[in-house]
């Protein structure tokens, strides 16, 4: 991290990859770091970033029950994934007989021999 006290949106976009529109979107809601306004620019003091990453990192209350709840739906999403993932291999290597039976449809693409459709 940079060793200056005052950090611009620009800043924090080079050092953490945090877009100002993200920022933009966390003041909206009323969940971003506090602003500290020098003239008309707008600054995040050092410790306020800090303790804001802090706070993404670690939810509490709401937002972590949110966090829970879409871990756990994006792994059963990953788990019906590769399900479907090995069911195709089974049926490519000739071992699942329901999926090797269903037709597959040709397409004819220019000269040669039709290409099976997947």
Do not use: C
Request: no cysteine; hydrophobic share 35%; aromatic share 6%.
């Amino acid at each position: 991290m940079l060793e200056k006290n005052l950090y611009t949106p620009a800043d924090i976009e080079r050092i953490d990859g945090i877009s100002p529109y993200m920022l933009e979107r966390a003041w909206a809601a009323g969940t971003g770091p506090r602003k500290t306004y020098v003239g008309t620019r707008i600054f995040i003091a050092r410790d306020d970033y800090l303790a804001w990453l802090e706070k993404l990192r670690n939810p509490s209350g709401k937002a972590a029950k949110i966090a829970e709840r879409t871990a756990a739906m994006l792994h059963e999403k990953a788990k019906r994934a590769g399900q479907a993932s090995s069911r195709a291999r089974r049926a490519s290597n000739g071992d699942d007989y329901e999926a090797a039976s269903a037709p597959v449809a040709t397409v004819k693409r220019g000269r040669g021999r039709p290409r099976r459709q997947a």
